[in-house]
């Protein structure tokens, strides 16, 4: 092991098993789209299955086909409306609709394909992203009922999606609830019968019971993150650890201009280890100067630019050596920093660090994939 992002399917098959007990009475989905948000699609795929869950979700219809060449005949929901949904109809892919024209395009695959489509309408109840406005919304209801009478579509589904559900309490929760309300009524009085009603993600399931309805869409739980302010509660285990081996160690003087633009010198003669990591590896190039590093039993800042390969570290007067371990982040088990402490100190999310981890850095699962 050089450099490495561990991912634990452990934790993602008891992180989804936690969270099917939480939501007891719904069924979860396991969010994997970006390659399982960064850890590895398909093995994630499968442990989350292991620990319960119903449903796959993934955003694009590449992705979706790409789990069924993996093997796997879960029901999966692609969840972006766009491209020709043709492959995605054979292979039994649950599609989303927020228009009439993609409800259009839906059926005319599965006409071709001689196949009945599993269609998703989508309502945008607040978010302004993708989904049918409530003005558009029975327009959609109608061309999908069309369709299904003509017997080439099924609605399967009826959801939304929140904007605001990471921010408990947020005005617009309740009213995107009840604005979805209103959209599920619309349809099921113009007679859609769903199989899921569902517009929980993560953050809305764990603060929100009753956005739970049918199904649950969980992302970030999964792998054991949470938008929410703080992370994730306790019981969810992080999954991924980033970790590398110093592949250089040396000493240098007082006055040592340490990697570009020699935005950090060395105060005293010092010893410097070098990490394999850089910012094309998903080692935000912002981290320069920040101790988000952990070796030798304790934290160490990142001195100067961190490169688009690697990035050094000021050991000081530490006997590091080649070979030693640098953790980025993991579970926090043995005070090396979490995914969620690199989103805070770098003024983001959990979610762009684990998926930022760029395909250059080899996943590894100690259990081994199930
Ligand atoms: C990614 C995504 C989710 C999962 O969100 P988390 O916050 O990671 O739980 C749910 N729904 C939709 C539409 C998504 O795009």
């Known amino acids: 092991m050089d450099r490495e992002a561990v991912v634990d399917l452990g934790a993602i098959t008891a992180n989804v098993a936690a969270l099917c007990e939480l939501v007891r009475g719904s069924q979860v989905l396991a969010a994997v789209k970006a390659d399982g948000y960064g850890h590895g699609m398909v093995p994630a795929a499968r442990a989350a299955l292991a620990g319960g869950a119903a449903w796959l979700g993934v955003a694009d219809l590449d992705e979706a086909v790409a789990l069924r060449r993996a093997g796997i005949t879960a029901p ?31 059926e005319a695959a599965a006409v071709r394909a001689g196949v009945q489509a599993r269609l998703h309408l ?35 589904g009826l959801w939304s999606h929140f904007a605001c559900a990471d921010m408990p309490g947020h005005p617009s929760i309740t009213a995107q609830l009840a604005s979805f309300a209103d959209a599920v009524a619309v349809a099921e009085k113009a007679g859609v019968t769903p199989e899921v009603r569902h517009i929980a993600n993560t953050a809305a399931a764990l603060t929100v019971p009753e956005s739970r309805y049918d199904l649950v869409r969980f992302g970030g739980a999964v792998y054991g993150l ?64 920040l101790p988000l590093v952990s070796a030798r039993g304790r934290r160490w800042p990142i001195a100067g630019t961190v490169c688009m390969d690697q990035f050094v570290v000021d050991f000081g007067d530490e006997p590091a050596a080649v070979g030693d371990e640098v953790v980025l982040f993991g579970p926090g088990d043995d005070g090396e920093p979490t995914a969620q402490e690199w989103g805070e100190a770098l003024g983001t999310i959990s979610y762009d660090i684990a998926t930022g981890i760029g395909a250059r850095v080899p996943r590894t699962h100690p259990g081994g994939d199930h």
């Open 76 to 106: 999966v929901l692609c969840m972006m409306t766009f491209g020709d949904p043709a492959e995605a109809v054979r292979h039994d892919i649950d599609l989303a609709a927020g228009s009439a024209g993609y409800v259009a395009a839906v």
């Open 122 to 156: 989508k309502a945008d109840t607040g978010l302004s992203r993708g989904g049918a406005t409530p003005a558009d919304w029975p327009g959609v209801v109608a061309a999908a009922l069309a369709a299904q009478a003509r017997g080439s579509v099924r609605v399967t």
């Open 226 to 289: 949470s938008t929410l302010p703080g992370g994730a509660p306790s019981w969810l285990r992080p999954v991924m650890t980033l970790r590398a081996r110093l592949a250089m160690v040396k000493r240098v003087p007082a006055g040592t201009g340490v990697s570009y633009g020699h935005r950090y010198v060395t105060a005293r003669e010092t010893t410097l280890g070098l990490v394999p990591l850089g910012y094309a590896d998903g080692v935000p190039r912002g981290a320069a100067g």
